[in-house]
């Protein structure tokens, strides 16, 4: 079974510059997610999907990042412009469903490789 | 509100030797939900356990072993036997229901296994 795909692995631009990072969960999972982690610190959630409709975007900073996810399947995550302090490794993560389902073993979060962000 | 305290921010072993991982938690519900996930040099955090407030068993996997006491607020890793491929981040995570069941990670703690 092929994993959570991400796509760069990384990036470096300047500030203000806009980027875009893509993912592909693993088939047939219903959620996905998008985590921010900064070095030293543990990851946060930015926006949480179900199919293509979004759960959780309470810490997505929407002045300069926005999250879609098309079709239920593949999802962006972009920002525009760029910070210094955007630099980080983008997680993206997937899971069959989620609480809603009932179920405690859909919950479990696949991750990718993440994508780290460089802002000069 | 909902906190993950992992106080250990570097613990360096030799290999064989045991060691234990720390975590304290913060939730005032009483329905949650945690997890240890491994972050290795690749990048992609790794599931390892998930336990759920109602079940204080503690549990063994292999050389893992989970300690999960509701009454300090602890889920503690022991990993015995250390081994080199062991040298990771280790984070400790939670989600309740207050939170929208959103998993909430510790700062993680980095374990270094030398031969």
């Known amino acids: 079974e092929a994993g959570v795909a991400q796509s760069p692995r990384y990036k470096i631009i300047e500030k203000r510059q806009s980027v875009a990072f893509w993912c592909n969960p693993i088939s047939g999972h219903a959620t996905l997610y998008w985590y921010q982690q900064i070095l030293g610190q543990g990851p946060k959630l930015l926006i949480q999907?179900?199919?293509?409709?979004?759960?959780?975007d309470s810490q997505l900073p929407k002045d300069r990042f926005s999250a879609e996810r098309l079709k239920g399947v593949d999802s962006t995550l972009k920002i525009q412009p760029a910070k210094l302090e955007d630099s980080a490794v983008y997680l993206c993560?997937?899971?069959?469903?989620?609480?809603?389902?009932?179920?405690?073993?859909?919950?479990?979060?696949?991750f990718g490789p993440g994508t780290r962000l460089t802002v000069t | 509100a909902q906190k993950v305290t992992q106080a250990q921010t570097e613990i360096s072993v030799v290999e064989k030797e045991d060691v234990t991982l720390d975590c304290v938690y913060e939730?005032?519900?009483?329905?949650?939900?945690l997890f240890w996930y491994k972050q290795p040099p690749s990048g992609e955090l790794v599931f390892l356990i998930r336990?759920?407030?109602?079940?204080?068993q503690n549990e063994i996997s292999g050389r893992y072993s989970w300690n999960f006491q509701k009454s300090t607020s602890s889920f503690n890793f022991t990993i015995t036997a250390s081994q080199v491929v062991d040298s990771a981040v280790y984070f400790c995570?939670?989600?309740?229901?207050?939170?929208?069941?959103?998993?909430?990670f510790g700062a993680g703690t980095r374990l270094f296994v030398k031969a």
């Open positions: 336990r759920n407030s109602f079940d204080e």
């Open positions: 995570a939670l989600s309740d229901d207050t939170g929208g069941f959103k998993t909430i």
């Open positions: 939730t005032r519900d009483t329905t949650y939900y």
């Open positions: 993560a997937s899971s069959l469903d989620s609480w809603t389902s009932g179920l405690e073993s859909s919950y479990e979060q696949y």
């Open positions: 999907f179900q199919n293509n409709g979004v759960v959780d």
